[in-house]
T-cell receptor, first 117, second 115 residues
């Protein structure tokens, strides 16, 4: 069964420094998609970045990049130059290839990031 | 576009009461789903729909019903509320089924408390 593991319940980072949030996944499928979402204290879910299993290059979106290591089944989120507004919960998710015509997402338990001034 | 809208934002129910959480999207998305978020548990899928008239169960469907009569709307019904259903509920939608990189758009959430 597909599974997402986020081993860091909480992390601290100094403002302007880079931080890596860990995500490992378990799947036997060759085709899959990985997502990162941000959830600030206001509660909404904000899409950050996507990586496809066949993408040869790591995905990047502004200050966010995804360190995709397929052999190790890891999809870590790297936030460069942290800002106070980055303080939030971060969720890693994987598309379920067998669920809902590949619409369903399987989420990890999240990492709470706190940025210190 | 309003995106994905959910009503109400907050709700308090007594055990045994029933209610419907509303979800609507104006993006003509085929796929819609309901998740619940509990502390320390991440988001878990309750029910989903791949188009009007088609619904299916997710990971935690017990105690909930759904129907999809239109592309736009996907209500979630709590049949007889229990304290274990105290949670934050998110509706989500996406398009391009079969397209690898489509993202799910989430509504703002409904915070439900059952006493």
């Amino acid at each position: 069964a597909q599974k997402i593991t986020q081993t860091q319940p909480g992390m601290f980072v100094q403002e302007k420094e880079a931080v890596t949030l860990d995500c490992t996944y378990d799947t036997s499928d060759q085709s899959y998609g990985l997502f990162w979402y941000k959830q600030p204290s206001s509660g909404e879910m904000i899409f950050l970045i996507y990586q496809g299993s066949y993408d040869e290059q790591n995905a990047t979106e502004g200050r966010y990049s995804l360190n995709f290591q397929k052999a190790r089944k890891s999809a870590n989120l790297v936030i460069s130059a942290s800002q106070l507004g980055d303080s939030a919960m971060y969720f890693c998710a994987m598309r379920d290839p067998y669920g809902g015509s590949q619409g369903n997402l399987i989420f990890g338990k999240g990492t709470k990031l706190s940025v210190k001034p | 576009n309003a995106g994905v809208t959910q009503t109400p934002k907050f709700q308090v129910l007594k055990t045994g009461q029933s209610m419907t959480l509303q979800c609507a999207q104006d993006m003509n998305h085929e796929y819609m789903s309901w998740y619940r978020q509990d502390p320390g548990m991440g988001l878990r899928l309750i029910h989903y729909s791949v188009g009007a008239g088609i619904t299916d169960q997710g990971e935690v469907p017990n105690g909930y019903n759904v129907s999809r009569s239109t592309t736009e709307d996907f209500p979630l019904r709590l049949l007889s509320a229990a304290p274990s259903q105290t949670s934050v509920y998110f509706c989500a939608s996406s398009y391009g089924l079969g397209t690898p990189s489509y993202e799910q758009y989430f509504g703002p959430g409904t915070r439900l408390t059952v006493t």
